[in-house]
């Protein structure tokens, strides 16, 4: 399983950004993919995810009504519309897999991770 996460960057606080994670080697229809961030200093948090079965789940006191997980089957790609940035959400954003995974905000669940991509919102 290869994971490859893109699209992160500087952006203004208020501005938007759409991070992209690829899957290559997996059947991709059957994993569950999620998006977990890591701010200096601090442990790697839940972000959203993507089940299987077309469920979404979001870490709501941080992102909810800001960011949207969505995914394209075919392109074997989940993706990450974040809109209305601020500056706590700087982090290294990655992406991760879990087979038949339900969309599980634990980190545990997951099996394959990509190597992160960085965001970073200037106030």
């Known amino acids: 399983v290869q994971l490859q996460a893109s699209g992160g960057g500087l952006v203004q606080a208020g501005g938007s950004l759409r991070l992209s994670c690829a899957a290559s080697g997996i059947t991709f229809s059957l994993y569950g993919i999620a998006w977990f961030r890591q701010a200096p200093g601090k442990e790697r948090e839940f972000v959203a995810a993507s089940s299987w079965s077309g469920g979404i789940t979001y870490n709501v006191d941080s992102v909810k009504g800001r960011f949207t997980i969505s995914r394209d089957d075919p392109k074997k790609t989940v993706y990450l519309q974040m809109n209305s940035l601020k500056p706590e959400d700087t982090a290294v954003y990655y992406c991760?897999?879990?087979?038949?995974?339900?969309?599980?905000?634990?980190?545990?669940?997951?099996?394959?991770w990509g190597q992160g991509t960085l965001v970073t919102v200037s106030s």
């Open positions: 991760a897999a879990d087979h038949y995974g339900v969309g599980s905000s634990r980190i545990g669940e997951y099996e394959s």
